[in-house]
T-cell receptor
Framework: AQSVTQLDSHVSVSEGTPVLLRCNYS??????LFWYVQHPNKGLQLLLK??????LVKGINGFEAEFKKSETSFHLTKPSAHMSDAAEYFC????????????FGAGTRLFVKA | DAGITQSPRHKVTETGTPVTLRCHQT?????MYWYRQDPGHGLRLIHY???????DKGEVSDGYSVSRSKTEDFLLTLESATSSQTSVYFC????????????FGPGTRLTVT
């Protein structure tokens, strides 16, 4: 079985401070992991993905995530938040072993204060 | 941006009426998906397609059917709409399956009264 838990429904940071969005996953197989971002009233855009290559994954707009198998975590970080980062972020686990499944977390809304 | 359009973008319909949402792509991607987005649930997969006339169920397929008669078009049908199907519906496409990036359409806001 697969599941995704985003540990915070809302995160608020000040502009210029670090961002940490937490994601834990459960999967019976070696999964692919993704982070997507959704700006208000828009579709989703890929930030980064992990597919069993390097455990530290770099994405767009300065975001990165580290796959930690022992902790079953895939937390998203950024050293310095910008106002334009305010959006909703989704952690996703996907696999095609035993049938295709893709599971989205409930989302974390990021607020950035000036 | 990936060439994905959804129509209509907004729809209000009454309980019990049939509704069809259309997803059209110009990328020639093999895989297409329909999701619904509800507060507190993220996105949930309704159905997906892995080729013309080849479809399979997702996590929340009850009350929905799909068809894909051409590579570029993927239709989602609510045979008899219910208020619980009020949601925002997103179509997505990808070149591969589990490990591939999905590209999302702009969404359709459906309200069932």
């Amino acid at each position: 079985a697969q599941s995704v838990t985003q540990l915070d429904s809302h995160v608020s940071v000040s502009e210029g401070t670090p961002v940490l969005l937490r994601c834990n996953y459960s999967s019976s197989y070696s999964p692919s992991l993704f982070w997507y971002v959704q700006h208000p009233n828009k579709g989703l855009q890929l930030l980064l993905k992990y597919t069993s290559a390097a455990t530290l994954v770099k994405g767009i707009n300065g975001f990165e995530a580290e796959f930690k198998k022992s902790e079953t975590s895939f937390h998203l970080t950024k050293p310095s938040a910008h106002m334009s980062d305010a959006a909703e972020y989704f952690c996703v686990v996907s696999s095609n072993t035993g049938g295709f499944k893709t599971i989205f977390g409930a989302g974390t809304r990021l607020f950035v204060k000036a | 941006d990936a060439g994905i359009t959804q129509s209509p973008r907004h729809k209000v319909t009454e309980t019990g009426t049939p509704v069809t949402l259309r997803c059209h792509q110009t990328e020639n991607h093999r895989y297409m998906y329909w999701y619904r987005q509800d507060p507190g649930h993220g996105l949930r997969l309704i159905h997906y397609s892995y080729g013309v006339k080849d479809t399979d169920k997702g996590e929340v397929s009850d009350g929905y059917s799909v068809s894909r008669s051409k590579t570029e078009d993927f239709l989602l049908t609510l045979e008899s709409a219910t208020s619980s199907q009020t949601s925002v519906y997103f179509c997505a496409i990808s070149a591969g399956l589990a490990g591939a990036e999905q590209y999302f359409g702009p969404g359709t806001r459906l309200t069932v009264t």
